[in-house]
């Protein structure tokens, strides 16, 4: 199972917009609604943002958003803030018990 | 509230082997599902494996198949990860996640234990 390709970093600047892309297959992000995104600080464990390609849990702030389209799923923040400056992750299920992660995208807010 | 508190650090030689425990609290442990996750030194997050609290089924990531074993104990409410053969590139942060019910999102993590493989 190869990761799911994201851009290695990104970066905005306080208040401005990003978005995250994360791309696979048919086999995990094209194939099932079940993307989920994942922030973490350095020496951290990671913190569920989104699931179900645009659900928030509760807690997360409305200017973290996802969406999907084909095989690609995408994080979007809203009004970014210095706290937001972490990494990021997406994670599908691929079938059978299986997920897969993407690569990592390092979001700088300058 | 649901707390998952994973085993402290370890260091162990090539061959060894090593096991990490993840002792859940605050929900009905047996309703729920694991991932182990590991992420080397600056390195992203790589999916191990999968256990049902309830009945112990796994499945397991290609890579560490042969090598991992992932089980249950539902008297302490604990999952455990026990990898074999320990080689200098499994080092790393190994993390347990909770499965959230009906999808695939991982709502509570542990706080992570680095097992570190040097001669």
């Known amino acids: 199972q190869s990761a799911l390709t994201q851009p290695r970093s990104v970066s905005g600047s306080p208040g401005q917009s990003v978005t995250i892309s994360c791309t696979g297959t048919?086999?995990?992000?094209?194939?099932?609604?079940?993307v989920s995104w994942y922030q973490q600080h350095p020496d951290k464990a990671p913190k569920l943002m989104i699931y179900?390609?645009?659900k928030r849990p509760s807690g997360v702030p409305a200017r973290f958003s996802g969406s999907k389209s084909g095989n690609t799923a995408s994080l979007t923040i809203s009004g970014l803030q210095s706290e937001d400056d972490a990494d990021y992750y997406c994670c599908s299920f691929a079938g059978t018990y299986t997920v897969v992660f993407g690569e990592g995208t390092k979001l700088t807010v300058l | 509230q649901v707390q998952l508190v994973q085993s402290g650090a370890e260091v162990k030689k090539p061959g060894a082997s090593v096991m990490v425990s993840c002792k859940a609290s605050?929900?009905?442990?047996?309703?729920?599902?694991f991932i182990w996750v590991r992420q080397a030194p600056g390195q992203g997050l790589e999916w191990m494996g999968w256990i049902s609290a309830n009945s112990g089924k796994t499945n397991y990531a290609q890579k560490v198949q042969g090598r991992v074993t992932m089980t249950i104990d539902t008297s302490t409410s604990t999952a455990y990860m026990e990898l074999r053969s320990l080689r200098s590139n499994d080092t790393a942060v190994y993390y347990c996640?909770?499965?959230?019910?009906?999808?695939?999102?991982?709502?509570?993590w542990g706080q992570g234990t680095l097992v570190t493989v040097s001669s």
């Open positions: 048919n086999s995990d992000v094209g194939g099932y609604d079940s």
């Open positions: 179900d390609v645009r």
């Open positions: 996640a909770r499965v959230a019910v009906g999808g695939w999102q991982l709502d509570y």
């Open positions: 605050g929900y009905t442990f047996t309703s729920y599902a």
